[in-house]
């Protein structure tokens, strides 16, 4: 299996509302990204897993939760979102190799879930 | 902070035409790689490069390393309508395994016309 699925493909939520985005990869990656992309732009990162622990958190807002409940696992949570946060959420994966100095951090992506809040 | 800047930012040509994305950055990178992605759907890994001036195929796709690992070239020969999206290249530096980052560049919005 070579694939990353993400669920939602779709996601409409207001202000008030919880929602989670879910990711799920089953290459035996041990490091799992979120990003978010706006329209024409490149993805930004936003979160690192790294064997199951966030290693890099790149000063995302506290309404983004992010969670990742086992290797193979990886959620973001959401709750009291700006219209401004409406976007497309990619996750990504990557394998750690026996040698890290061989490892070239080739990041394979989900579909991506199109988040809007109104 | 690592940029990485593409050229050029837009390109709409003519079915069976030659074409060329640079990717150029101040910064050396250990391997740099190059996305396809279509409208609505997450980037394509095609291919990752990691030996300064390497040069790899991918059917009608050539992309080089440059020397110095700074930069990159995607050369698309006789293009075809397929070809059409937006393509990435993003750079990584020396893994510190739990830190992996990508610099992604800026982009190059490419349309095939049949």
């Known amino acids: 299996d070579t694939e990353v699925t993400q669920t939602p493909k779709h996601l409409v939520m207001g202000m008030t509302n919880k929602k989670s985005l879910k990711c799920e990869q089953h290459?035996?990656?041990?490091?799992m990204y979120w990003y978010k992309q706006k329209a024409k732009k490149p993805p930004e990162l936003m979160f690192v897993?790294?064997?199951?622990?966030?290693?890099i958190n790149e000063s995302v807002p506290s309404r983004f939760s992010p969670e990742c409940p086992n290797s193979s696992l990886l959620n973001l949570h959401l709750h009291a979102l700006q219209p401004e946060d409406s976007a497309l959420y990619l996750c990504a994966s990557s394998q750690e190799t026996s040698s890290r100095v061989s490892s070239y951090n080739e990041q394979f992506f989900g579909p991506g879930t199109r988040l809007t809040v109104l | 902070t690592q940029l990485l800047e593409q050229s050029p930012q837009f390109l709409s040509i003519q079915e069976g035409e030659n074409l060329t994305v640079y990717c150029n950055s101040s910064s050396v990178f250990s391997s740099l790689q190059w996305y396809r992605q279509e409208p609505g759907e997450g980037p394509v890994l095609l291919v990752t490069?990691?030996?300064?001036?390497e040069v790899k195929k991918l059917k009608r796709l050539t992309f080089q390393f440059g020397d110095a690992r700074k930069d990159s070239s995607l050369h698309i020969t006789a293009a075809q309508p397929g070809d059409t999206g937006l393509y990435l290249c993003a750079g990584a530096n020396h893994p510190n395994f739990g830190n992996e980052k990508l610099t992604f560049g800026t982009g190059t919005r490419l349309t095939i016309i049949p």
């Open positions: 897993y790294s064997y199951e622990k966030l290693s």
């Open positions: 490069v990691v030996t300064g001036g």
């Open positions: 290459m035996g990656h041990r490091a």
